[in-house]
């Protein structure tokens, strides 16, 4: 999905302020404003839960642990690659 800068760095910010992903804080917006019925909401989370468990099973294939993506948030898959901003530490391994 392609996001004005601006709405990109406001959903960032927000969802940072909140401490949840990106997707999450989309999500909720949307619901709230749509008035998403709360079971369609929990298949959402659901499907969020098991992207980000084969995330976690994708970084430990390749050896990426916790202790490199120390201080990082959720979003990391969408580093190219695994190298994150300068001074966040993510490496590949």
Do not use: Q, W
Not at 6 to 18: F, M, T, V, Y
Not at 23 to 48: G, M, T
Not at 69 to 83: V, Y
Request: include cysteine; hydrophobic fraction near 35%.
């Amino acid at each position: 999905m392609m996001l004005p800068k601006k709405l990109k760095e406001r959903i960032e910010e927000e969802s940072k302020k909140l401490d949840i992903s990106e997707e999450e804080f989309i999500v909720e917006a949307l619901s709230e404003y749509l008035k998403i019925d709360p079971e369609y909401r929990i298949e959402v989370h659901l499907a969020l839960s098991e992207k980000y468990l084969k995330e976690a099973e994708e970084f430990l294939e390749k050896g990426i642990t916790l202790k490199h993506l120390k201080g990082m948030r959720c979003g990391i898959a969408n580093c190219e690659g695994f190298s994150c901003k300068k001074g966040e530490g993510v490496e590949e391994s």
